[in-house]
């Protein structure tokens, strides 16, 4: 199941050597094997052990400078899938052969799996941190232990695989008042050791403040965004920094290099060995790089794929992912880190006079233009430096460029929320709507 059996595996050079013998001036296989034990918690108790595998093999060739992309799961007929990866490279247009040449074979596996009697203690001991503080609160939680492999190989020579282990899990924690209703909700994802107890007191954290509903804010105020909640915010400038964008002059950014384009406290980065979303080479073979696209408000890069790259007349960052496993690689982010300030939440909620903190929302905008408008699922009004209790029917709108030049505080919190590595953090010119009583 490790990298040792898939880089084992002569399926990727059968279906190289019946692809170049077919015609084919190139070819490449991508290959991912996956074993998963989630543990599953319903209402409090232990409901489900599990044990999922999964396997799947892509398979791209050129013939006549036309691609073709053909995917199967499990047991694979070399043969089958060259002749329909040959037949769909008829109805495409030509293109430039965009692929790796040798690199570094074998990167360690970072990351410890966990036996599932670990993953079943863990979830027992934070739900009994909850509950004994809050019993009349029902948990649910997801422990989840992740190994997967990945092997890259393409007649131009390269051969590359490496092991992922990864831990996760996911915990919610409902409350029922007479006839209000609340859901909170927290996570973590690691390589080798997850923090029950952490988790514990961020749920905990939000259920005390949630005591008492209150009167939300109106107009513009501040609104500090958790380290859980601003991932909506950095979707927006992950979007700005694709190439793709760039190249369609799509994104605001696209003449700005070298210009300030967001508060100077700001520095914005990706780094191949940073937590659990550390990624040794992307799905094109190309080794990933430390890059900074935003140092201290000011542009610096872009990320781009091969193909990109050429075309923006720049080599590639080495960010060329396959959004699914059946897709042609584009520019995509392994990780995205938010360097943090100082100060911890409860610093940052002090400096607020009259403010709101966004910590769960439904809907959001995170696209290419900035514009949102969200609905808080889960949010808490500020008095004098104090939360006073948790706000209902509040809506938030804005721009997020607009948002993050009106930085006013960056806290030390961060934390991942997915991939992406932020801090929590207060922002103006927003405006904030919702019920007075």
């Given at each position: ?59 791209r060739l ?14 694979v007929q ?277 403010g709101l ?81």
């Open positions: 199941m490790g990298s040792e059996n898939l880089s084992q595996d002569v399926l990727a050079e059968q279906l190289l050597e019946l692809a170049i013998k077919s015609g084919a001036e190139a070819a490449e296989v991508y290959q991912s094997r996956s074993l998963s034990r989630p543990v599953f918690f319903e209402a409090n108790r232990l409901k489900q052990l599990e044990t999922s595998q999964s396997e799947g093999t892509a398979l050129w013939l006549n400078g036309r691609p073709g992309l053909t995917v199967a799961y499990g047991s070399a043969q089958a899938m060259v002749e329909r990866a040959l037949a769909l490279s008829q109805l495409n247009q030509p293109e430039p052969v965009e692929l790796a040449h040798k690199s570094q074979p074998f990167y360690p596996d970072i990351g410890e799996a966990v036996p599932l009697e670990v993953l079943v203690n863990w979830g027992k001991e934070a739900i009994a941190l909850v509950r004994e503080a809050y019993p009349d609160v029902l948990c649910n939680s997801d422990w989840e232990c992740d190994v997967e492999t990945t092997r890259l190989m393409n007649s131009q020579g390269l051969d590359c695989y490496y092991t992922d282990t990864t831990l996760s899990c996911y915990m919610s924690a409902e409350w029922v008042r007479g006839d209000d209703f609340l859901s909170v909700a927290d996570g973590q994802t690691q390589r080798d050791i997850l923090h029950p107890d952490k988790l514990a007191q961020q749920i905990l954290q939000r259920l005390d403040w949630s005591q008492e509903n209150v009167p939300s804010p109106s107009g513009r105020v501040p609104v500090l965004f958790t380290s859980k909640a601003a991932d909506m915010l950095w979707g927006t400038a992950q979007a700005a920094l694709n190439g793709k964008r760039i190249l369609e002059f799509a994104s605001p950014w696209a003449e700005k290099l070298g210009h300030p384009v967001m508060s100077s406290s700001l520095t914005l980065y990706q780094d191949p060995q940073a937590g659990p979303y550390s990624c040794p080479f992307d799905d094109e073979g190309t080794p990933t790089i430390p890059l900074v696209f935003i140092q201290d408000g000011i542009l610096q890069h872009f990320y781009c794929d091969r193909t990109t790259g050429r075309q923006l007349g720049i080599n590639t960052t080495g960010n060329g992912f396959r959004p699914s496993f059946g897709s042609y690689p584009s520019p995509g982010l392994f990780n995205f880190l938010i360097q943090p300030g100082s100060g911890s939440l409860q610093d940052l909620i002090q400096q607020m006079d009259d903190i966004v910590d769960q929302m439904l809907g959001g905008g995170n696209g290419i233009s900035g514009d949102f408008s969200i609905n808080i699922d889960l949010g808490y009004r500020v008095k004098n430096g104090h939360v006073m209790g948790r706000v209902k029917d509040t809506m938030v709108t804005g721009n997020v460029y607009t948002a993050l030049k009106q930085l006013v505080a960056l806290g030390a919190d961060a934390d991942w929320n997915g991939s992406c590595y932020t801090p929590s953090l207060i922002v103006e010119g927003l405006s904030t709507t919702g019920r007075s009583n």
